[in-house]
């Protein structure tokens, strides 16, 4: 009994030392996995600024009230892109806020509220968001009047008229702000006439240059051996050509969700069901909209637009009204109903003028559109009230002319009134775009055409389709987690093959499926190689393992699981040297191989064409090379070149060798031209590049200096 009570409690010792060391080691695991520490409180921030942190429920209200304003004044919900384009706009605010508008804070530039009033109301040069929104339709000239009446009624408009224009009047005093900030930039700049006469005497001169080059492609790596302090040296001196963001490298498998066998039974069943009821339907062109895959409803084809299996029967055998058989075409099942038929133009050429849905509520752009009608139809001239008010960015630049076009290029209401209206013709049309109105300026051509409701299924994957590929994805996933070594050997250095090792494996599981890679990854990317919907893989490779397999991504159509291969860290913003090894030992190998080169060449003889013989190259010759040239003769881009050759001056004048981007250059002056060149012309040219550059490198110089901490990865 006594043995046996000490084996007990040295077993109670035991196994409580081993399940300490466990939950030790799975709370450390998480941290270090996670990035976290015990006593971080930046977990709810998505970022900081000068160590400021955006604290994210602070980051969410204000997305949430500016949301809601949108949704309110289009009566849409926001999509997903709108909604990340909405987060974007806020997180520059804040960015905007911390630097520029702290900067501005120190250097006493403000803007006043007399000053925004002033903006707000001037008749004589409106502010560009004020003219758009206070534009008289009839004239689409600024109406100060109507702006004065909303802002005294501004206490009784409903919430989301009120919130949406406290955003306008943020938005116009923040520009106010920005072009004080530029102006103050610009006005401490300039270029002075010394530096003009300099510009002018660089271009003045130009040399016919001739040179001799040894490539460093020419000198074999073996020839040259670096060491990982050769590569170190060469990183640590061109490091900040290295600036970038951290990223990850990885490798996926996708699966994608095809339709199969009992998809096309289920999508041919459904045509049958429903083909006798659009038979008979009154309306069969809204019957088709609305039940069937095509929105598009009852449209106007040619012979050569119908799918082949319905041409023949809608030109030559069937009637008007009478509906074909159900027919296969593809990835659909189709039946079309003969509505009409008719010889019409070929194309037609119109203009319009655009009142989006976008930018007012559509009984405010129906009236814009009537109002802009009758100023027409009184003489009014098209083409400036296009320019001035149409809010096709596309088209109102050409007054509203949007050249030729065929029928179903565009959608139907706009179609069927250009295509049916005579020339001069002048028309009002609602589309799901907004409101058209149109002028018709000629029709080209004519054949027969013929009107047809299309009722048609697309064969989609059904739920059984998406549960095999699932399952295939997820027994991909869990063999191709079977080469993971236990933590306990991965941290004793074991398993340093393991991207090698499940790459292997995902490459044999995958049966001849290409394994696909995706490079140079950033935090914030939204998508994947373009797949859709996967930024959830992206926000799982920064929170993985060198050689973690994922779990299954959903994304649209596809199911996608991935391996992270690679870790490329970055420091305060420079990319780690063990991210960019392979560049930095590349850089030091031609560095080196620069060296003997230069040595090579410099004893190489007295005259270019000694130097040429002794080093088996031929004499090739760059015309006309100045300062502000490009390329040197037919090497490409070589500034050490161009410099050196211009630099020597006087002719027949020989160099020493110069190091370059594609090899090591012995230059000859051969003749050198002296231009007349205005000095006071280049001073005003430089001098309007550089402050038209200032206000943005400015502030590009600000965000660079307040540490810009960007985690919106974590949630978005």
Not at 108 to 125: F, K, R, Y
Request: with cysteine.
């Amino acid at each position: 009994m006594v043995l046996l009570e000490r084996l007990r409690g040295k077993w109670a010792v035991g196994v409580g030392i081993v399940i300490g060391v466990a939950m030790l080691a799975f709370v450390l695991t998480d941290f270090l996995v996670s990035g976290r520490s015990l006593f971080a409180s930046s977990e709810m921030e998505v970022g900081s600024v000068n160590g400021d942190g955006i604290d994210y429920k602070q980051f969410m209200t204000r997305y949430e009230a500016r949301a809601n304003v949108q949704q309110a004044m289009s009566g849409q919900s926001l999509s997903e892109d709108a909604s990340e384009y909405l987060r974007e706009q806020i997180w520059q605010e804040y960015v905007r806020q911390e630097t520029l508008d702290a900067s501005c804070a120190q250097l006493g530039i403000t803007v006043s509220s007399e000053e925004l009033s002033s903006v707000i109301l001037s008749a004589d040069n409106p502010h560009p968001i004020m003219k758009q929104l206070f534009s008289n339709p009839e004239t689409g000239a600024f109406d100060r009047e109507t702006v004065l009446k909303f802002l005294q009624n501004l206490d009784n408009v409903q919430p989301a008229q009120r919130a949406y224009w406290l955003e306008v009047e943020g938005e116009i005093a923040s520009q106010l702000l920005q072009d004080k900030y530029r102006a103050a930039v610009s006005r401490g700049l300039g270029v002075t006439k010394m530096e003009g006469e300099l510009r002018a005497r660089l271009q003045s001169v130009r040399v016919d240059a001739a040179y001799v080059v040894k490539t460093y492609a020419s000198l074999p790596d073996s020839a040259v051996k670096i060491t990982e302090t050769d590569a170190k040296r060469y990183y640590e001196v061109h490091k900040k050509s290295y600036r970038q963001p951290e990223r990850r490298d990885l490798s996926y498998a996708q699966f994608e969700v095809k339709p199969g066998p009992i998809d096309f039974e289920r999508a041919e069943e459904w045509m049958k069901k429903y083909r006798d009821e659009f038979a008979t339907a009154e309306d069969a062109g809204k019957y088709a909209s609305e039940m069937g895959d095509d929105r598009s409803g009852a449209r106007w084809y040619s012979r050569g637009e119908l799918p082949v299996s319905l041409s023949g029967w809608a030109f030559d055998e069937a009637t008007v009204g009478e509906t074909s058989g159900v027919v296969s075409d593809g990835d659909s099942y189709e039946a079309a109903r003969l509505l009409a038929r008719r010889t019409m133009p070929d194309s037609a050429n119109v203009r319009h003028i655009l009142f989006s849905f976008q930018q007012h509520p559509a009984d405010r752009a129906r009236a814009l559109g009537d109002s802009v009608l009758r100023v027409l139809k009184s003489g009014g001239d098209f083409a400036a009230l296009a320019k001035e008010l149409s809010e096709d960015p596309g088209s109102a630049s050409q007054g509203g002319d949007l050249g030729w076009f065929a029928q179903n290029t565009m959608v139907k209401p706009f179609a069927d009134a250009s295509f049916s209206g005579a020339k001069g013709d002048l028309v009002v049309v609602e589309s799901n775009f907004g409101v058209h109105v149109i002028e018709v300026l000629g029709h080209r051509g004519s054949s027969e055409r013929v009107e047809v409701a299309m009722l048609k299924r697309l064969v989609q994957p059904g739920s059984e389709t998406y549960q095999a590929v699932f399952n295939e994805a997820s027994r991909f996933a869990a063999l191709a987690h079977q080469p993971r070594r236990s933590w306990i050997a991965r941290l004793f250095g074991a398993g340093k093959n393991r991207v090698q090792e499940v790459r292997s494996a995902m490459d044999t599981l995958l049966r001849g499926m290409t394994v696909q890679e995706a490079r140079d990854v950033e935090y914030n990317s939204r998508t994947l190689n373009g797949l859709q919907r996967s930024r959830e893989v992206i926000r799982w490779a920064f929170s993985a393992n060198v050689g973690d397999v994922s779990s299954v991504f959903e994304l649209d159509g596809s199911y996608v699981v991935a391996m992270l291969s690679r870790v490329k860290e970055s420091k305060d913003g420079y990319a780690s040297y063990e991210a960019v090894r392979e560049q930095a030992e590349a850089g030091a190998l031609r560095d080196k191989k620069a060296a003997q080169l230069v040595a090579s060449l410099a004893g190489g003889g007295n005259s270019l064409a000694e130097i040429a013989q002794a080093k088996g190259e031929g004499v090739q010759r760059a015309a006309s090379v100045s300062f502000t040239s490009y390329a040197f003769g037919n090497v490409g881009y070589e500034p050490s070149a161009i410099g050196t050759a211009v630099a020597l001056g006087k002719e027949g004048e020989i160099s020493v060798p110069v190091e370059g981007n594609n090899g090591v250059y012995v230059l000859q002056s051969e003749a050198v031209v002296t231009e007349a060149v205005d000095a006071e012309q280049l001073r005003e040219g430089a001098q309007q590049t550089l402050r038209m550059r200032s206000g943005y490198e400015a502030y590009e110089a600000l965000k660079l200096m307040s540490k810009v901490i960007d985690r919106r990865g974590k949630f978005f």
